[in-house]
């Protein structure tokens, strides 16, 4: 039986290989865990344009339902300009890259305390 631990770094391992295959920029994952009862890690990613995030929105949605996670809560998939993910023990959030600049949610979630690790 796969612990809460093994169960949300699979769920991370899931989510960074989807979007690096989507190609997805910039991407970022947060270890949260302990710091937020929302999940364990927030991946936060750059899309190029509104098409380009919502391709990897869908493709990581069925990525995750092939790889046997549950349903995942989506919102902002309309617009394409800022499209948050909550899959449980993971949150992604996929951003056109004006967007995220503006938001900074990387900065606001930066603390000494919270690992965060760039791919690439």
Same mark, same amino acid.
């Given at each position: 039986m796969e612990s809460g631990v093994d169960a949300a770094r699979r769920a991370l391992g899931t989510v960074l290989a989807s979007v690096e295959d989507s190609k997805a920029e910039d991407i970022v994952y947060l270890n949260i865990a302990g710091k937020s009862a929302l999940a364990d890690y927030m991946v936060v990613v750059s899309g190029r344009s509104n098409r380009h995030v919502s391709a990897i929105c869908e493709h990581l949605m069925s990525d995750m339902k092939d790889e046997g996670f549950g349903p995942?809560?989506?919102?902002?998939?309309?617009? /394409? *300009?800022?499209?948050?993910?909550?899959? /449980? *023990?993971?949150?992604?959030?996929v951003f056109r890259p004006e967007v995220r600049a503006f938001y900074n949610i990387e900065k606001m979630w930066a603390a000494p305390d919270i690992e965060e690790e760039t791919l690439h």
């Open positions: 995942s809560r989506i919102e902002g998939l309309e617009n /394409g *300009d800022w499209v948050v993910i909550d899959a /449980g *023990d993971v949150i992604i959030h």
